[in-house]
Nanobody, 125 residues
Framework: QVQLVESGGGLVQAGGSLRLSCAAS????????MAWFRQAPGKEREFVAA????????YYADSVKGRFTISRDNAKNTVYLQMNSLEPGDTAVYYC??????????????????WGQGTQVTVSS
C-alpha cells in the first residue's frame, strides 16, 4: 500500500503563494487517483483538488478554482498543490489522499483509503 507524507505548509500573507508536496512511498502514484483535502478549525474536511491516475483533466473545488493547481511528477512519485492568491479563508490543515486507479475519481473523502498526516497552512490578513 502507499504511504503519503505532506510538506510545504507554513505562514504566508494574504495574496502570497505556497507549494505543497505529497511524497509517496511503497507504491507508485500512477496506480492512484490523487487528491488534496483541507480542514479548517471547527469545520468538516473538504475537497480541494484531484488528479486522476492517468493524468489529463483535473478537478477543483469552486473556492480554489483559478488559484490552485494540482500536478504530479510520476518520476519523483510526488504530487503538488500550487496555491496562489492565498486568502485567510484558505487557512487549514491540508491533507494528501490516494484512491486506487480501478475505482472512479471522487471528491468524497470517504472514498479515499490512504492519507498523509497533514500540513498546516496559515494565511494572515
Amino acid at each position: 500500500q502507499v504511504q503519503l507524507v505532506e510538506s510545504g505548509g507554513g505562514l504566508v500573507q494574504a495574496g502570497g503563494s505556497l507549494r505543497l508536496s505529497c511524497a509517496a512511498s511503497g507504491r507508485t502514484i500512477t496506480n492512484y487517483h490523487m487528491a488534496w483535502f483541507r480542514q479548517a478549525p471547527g469545520k468538516e474536511r473538504e475537497f480541494v483538488a484531484a488528479s486522476p491516475w492517468g493524468g489529463g483533466r483535473t478537478y477543483y473545488a469552486d473556492s480554489v478554482k483559478g488559484r490552485f493547481t494540482i500536478s504530479r511528477d510520476n518520476a519523483k512519485n510526488t504530487v503538488y498543490l500550487q496555491m496562489n492568491s492565498l486568502e485567510p479563508g484558505d487557512t487549514a490543515v491540508y491533507y494528501c489522499a490516494a484512491r486506487a486507479y480501478y475505482q472512479s475519481t471522487s471528491r468524497a473523502q470517504n472514498d479515499y483509503g490512504y492519507w498523509g498526516q497533514g500540513t498546516q497552512v496559515t494565511v494572515s490578513s
